[in-house]
T-cell receptor, first 115, second 108 residues
Framework: DGGITQSPKYLFRKEGQNVTLSCEQNLNHDAMYWYRQDPGQGLRLIYYSQIVNDFQKGDIAEGYSVSREKKESFPLTVTSAQKNPTAFYLC??????????????FGQGTRLTVV | EDQVTQSPEALRLQEGESSSLNCSYTVSGLRGLFWYRQDPGKGPEFLFT???AGEEKEKERLKATLTKKESFLHITAPKPEDSATYLC?????????FGTGTRLQVTL
């Protein structure tokens, strides 16, 4: 089945630790995205990538980093510089960049909790 | 600044009681408006894309419409399995902006 796989589903991080969230897609999509979802707020864009080896900051990139070494993979690292990392993280992909009117398809999310 | 406002925040319907969800937007250069359904603890599931005023799309009990300032998601004779949060997003030349969603609960 084609789709987007995020792992792990739940992740716990200690203060001061970096953690990496995985996102893999087998839809042959060019564009991939990371969003953060907090209660009572809309999805907010962290980073996006329109092509391999290229990515841009979204609205709330501080404290996060990404890489796009393969078309299928777009991992997100939450660094210790992110002051409030507890949230639900969603990865998405689209055939072409969403700014061209193409819908995005989402993974099932990773819930990150700082302990 | 692009803005998307969804109303109501929450809606409780009885099975079979039709209603509409609203998504109003203030953007420059709309390229598309998307509707998604999100179940608790899951990622959003794509429902519809609307591109121009006057366009309508249907899927089972759902029908989405678009004007120059807002979009409606009409739910006809809803069932309990339609309970979810419905998200609206607008696509401009620079990015995708999401609303905060409408939480729909359909009871027997």
């Amino acid at each position: 089945d084609g789709g987007i796989t995020q792992s792990p589903k739940y992740l716990f991080r200690k203060e001061g630790q970096n953690v990496t969230l995985s996102c893999e897609q087998n839809l042959n999509h060019d564009a991939m995205y990371w969003y953060r979802q907090d209660p009572g707020q809309g999805l907010r864009l962290i980073y996006y990538s329109q092509i391999v080896n290229d990515f841009q900051k979204g609205d709330i990139a501080e404290g996060y980093s990404v890489s796009r070494e393969k078309k299928e993979s777009f991992p997100l690292t939450v660094t210790s510089a992110q002051k409030n990392p507890t949230a639900f993280y969603l990865c998405a992909s689209s055939v072409r960049p969403m700014a061209e009117g193409y819908e995005a398809f989402f993974g099932q999310g990773t819930r990150l909790t700082v302990v | 600044e692009d803005q998307v406002t969804q109303s109501p925040e929450a809606l409780r319907l009885q099975e079979g009681e039709s209603s509409s969800l609203n998504c109003s937007y203030t953007v420059s250069g709309l390229r598309g408006l998307f509707w998604y359904r999100q179940d608790p603890g899951k990622g959003p599931e794509f429902l519809f894309t609307l591109y121009s005023a006057g366009e309508e799309k249907e899927k089972e009990r759902l029908k989405a419409t678009l004007t120059k300032k807002e979009s409606f998601l009409h739910i006809t004779a809803p069932k309990p399995e339609d309970s979810a949060t419905y998200l609206c997003a607008v696509d401009t030349a620079s990015k995708l902006t999401f609303g905060t969603g409408t939480r729909l609960q359909v009871t027997l």
